[in-house]
């Protein structure tokens, strides 16, 4: 997944050639590139029968160059077997209540020209990727700023890949991130909705933090009742006047 994606915006022409072929007839297809620069690549595309005879030609195919990033490529590549965020397991057997099980999703220093440029075509298929219907509505509806509105976007992506992943690993079901509805409560609390959780065998905790250039989402589930929350923060070296004025020589030399 090199994170590069092309997307046609112009044709030549579109030629056929022949008699139409018989559904399952094998073609060989030879791309000649006319002409590339730092937004693009022009092509003719060919079709050929095993005797070389040309069927279907396509002239001066224009595709725009995107970068949009291994996490986005992946997910759209492979959107049932593949997550947007890094996802892993959390040990902590020592931490109550018993039987606790953890995952957490984080999604740092992400690259958010990728969502906001380009006419926010890339922004719109993350979103259909991995919202559900109402959530859909939820996101079209939203009055905020772009950076507010991705950071939303970003903060359920996160939850779902956790949850899906947590759902895979201790449920044995395998989930796409559009399948899963992400709900909040009256304290604007996340928590995984949707009547298809009757068909599941534990219904994991939820919890969604942001921070700058970062989103992180935890989910576990445990042998009885709890609520999960996180924070984030990022880790930021102190201001040295600050750390001179607060501590002496001696504790700096500890």
Known sequence: FLGRAYLPYKVGALRFYGDRLPPGTLLDFNLRVRARDGMGVVTDLESLDKQGNVHVLLEELADRDFQISPALHRLILEPLEQTFAEVWELSVPSLPPAGLRLSFATIANFPNEVLE??????????????????????WKALNAPLEREIQWLLGRVAAKDVVRRHLLKYDTRRFAAADILIGTDSRNKPFVAGAWRADLSLIPQLSIAHTDGMVAAACGHADSDFSLGIDTEIARPPDPDFVAGAFSGKELAL
């Open 117 to 138: 440029t380009g006419y926010g075509v890339w922004r719109r298929a993350l979103a259909f990727l991995v919202l559900c219907p109402p959530e859909r509505e939820q």
